[in-house]
């Protein structure tokens, strides 16, 4: 990974964004989903400690050191249960921009 806030040399142009909409299958969105990512290099560890959430309308957007992730949701059904989803192979480019879905079941 490319570092971290306290490693020296570290700079924000480091980081690339991802953003998306988390939906159901029925197509409505997913609302204060939370957002897990999980690069894929090892240590494969989940990043839970950043504490992203997605809008009301299933939006989210994530600054993060460029890699390759799996995006996980996890979220509550108006009913209680546990939703989840997740895309894997997500490239996050330094200074661009991804554009990416998660279906939510």
């Not at 480091?14 to 690069?39: F, I, K, T, Y």
């Not at 990043?47 to 992203?52: A, D, K, N, P, V």
């Amino acid at each position: 990974m490319a570092g971290t806030p306290t490693d020296p040399g570290w700079s924000e142009e480091v980081l690339g964004d991802v953003h998306g909409w988390a939906r159901l299958e029925s197509g409505d969105p997913v609302a204060n989903g939370r957002l897990v990512p999980v690069p894929q290099s090892a240590p494969a560890v989940g990043m839970e400690e950043i504490g992203y959430l997605t809008k009301v309308d299933g939006f989210f957007r994530l600054s993060l050191p460029a890699e390759t992730y799996t995006i996980r949701v996890f979220a509550d059904s108006p009913s209680g249960a546990p939703l989840y989803g997740e895309v894997t192979g997500v490239v996050i480019t330094a200074g661009q921009e991804t554009l990416t879905d998660i279906l939510v079941t």
